[in-house]
């Protein structure tokens, strides 16, 4: 059976919907987080419940695995099937939703230029 997405509009595994990989409610407190992230603070998420792969970024998702291979000597590693969360991944990609409420990212500009060295010529 394929579980639909919890979400607020997402019509992830719906019908005429995407076909999305959909994800189990954590639980504790990052269940919490993951329910004011959705906008729905009140709902008691079932077994059923689940929320789909499109509110997470690339990073809070693992497409691959990696294990290390005892024999050879090395590190291999694994395409998966099926996307996994990782562990802290809290949905944050909430298209169609009210956006006052979504996590804000903020890009960090790098300063790659520190002062240049300048070569004083004496
Ligand atoms: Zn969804």
């Known amino acids: 059976m394929v579980n639909k997405c919890s979400v607020p509009n997402c019509r992830g ?5 995407p076909k999305v990989t959909v994800f189990r409610f954590p639980k504790g407190e ?19 419940s689940r929320v789909c792969e499109l509110h997470f970024t ?13 024999r050879r000597g090395c590190l291999i590693s694994v395409q998966l099937p099926a996307p996994r969360l990782r562990k802290t991944a809290v949905p944050s990609q909430l ?18 230029l520190g ?8």
Do not use: H
């Open 58 to 70: 690339k990073d809070d998702l693992e497409y691959v695995t990696e294990a290390y291979d005892e």
């Open 13 to 17: 595994n719906y019908k005429n919907g």
């Open 95 to 112: 298209d169609g939703c009210p956006s006052y409420l979504s996590t804000t990212v903020t890009y960090r500009k790098i300063q790659t």
């Open 115 to 122: 002062k240049k060295d300048l070569i004083m010529n004496k």
């Open 30 to 48: 990052l269940l919490r987080k993951w329910l004011v992230a959705i906008r729905r603070n009140d709902f008691k998420p079932t077994s059923n």
